[in-house]
């Protein structure tokens, strides 16, 4: 059980040293980055108040709804380098934070969901559980997989040296591509809506 909760800890030194390491510790710092600086221009264009939580239901956004953990990372990361908990179980927690999140959103402060575009976007794909939903679910799929990768570069020292992701990553790019095709299909339906056409009258 040990062994499913825990990782072997990793020496901060190593993240500049080793090949897969760097590549982990450059994409928590480029994902920071960018998260920081959209909270600045929230909370200057909304206020601080409701810049943070527009910031935080984008970030739930990208955690929700795109097959990568880029979003989840940065919890993911500094806790396995705090507590050794693997990514993949912190990831779990992320997942339910950004669902409890939304329940909150959703229901108590939906004006939010319309402060911006990618926002109504994701009040889109929550109003319509079918066939939307499968987003979130493809991506679920997609992000516990790509976690599992994220967690094998801090563990290997070489990329040759990544078995999991050797031999799962033509999967992976199989979801993403699945991804792809019923995002598409989303952000049809939600133009066709935006400009008030209706077929069913044709």
């Given at each position: 059980m040990q062994k499913l909760r825990c990782a072997k800890k990793v020496p901060v030194e190593h993240f500049v040293k080793h090949e897969t390491k760097q590549h982990v510790l450059l994409k928590f710092l480029a994902v920071l980055v960018i998260l920081l600086a959209y909270f600045v221009f929230a909370a200057m264009k909304y206020g601080i108040q409701s810049g943070f939580m527009v910031t935080l239901l984008t970030w739930s956004f990208f955690v929700l709804c795109t097959p990568i953990a880029d979003a989840g990372f940065l919890i993911d990361f500094p806790l396995r380098l705090i507590t050794k908990l693997r990514m993949f179980i912190s990831e779990l927690i992320v997942w339910l934070f950004a669902i409890g999140l939304n329940l909150y959103a959703y229901f108590v402060s939906p004006q939010f969901y319309n402060e911006t575009a990618l926002l109504s976007l994701f009040k889109h794909i929550l109003d319509q559980p079918f066939p939307f939903w499968g987003i979130i679910l493809i991506s679920m799929i997609g992000t516990f997989v790509s976690i599992r990768f994220g967690d094998e570069l801090i563990d290997k020292v070489k990329h040759k040296d990544r078995e999991f992701f050797h031999k799962h990553k033509y999967n992976y790019?199989?979801?993403?591509?699945?991804?792809?095709?019923?995002?598409?299909?989303?952000l049809y339906d939600y133009l066709i809506k935006g400009l008030g056409v209706d077929f069913s009258t044709a």
């Open positions: 790019r199989l979801l993403i591509m699945a991804f792809i095709f019923i995002i598409s299909l989303l």
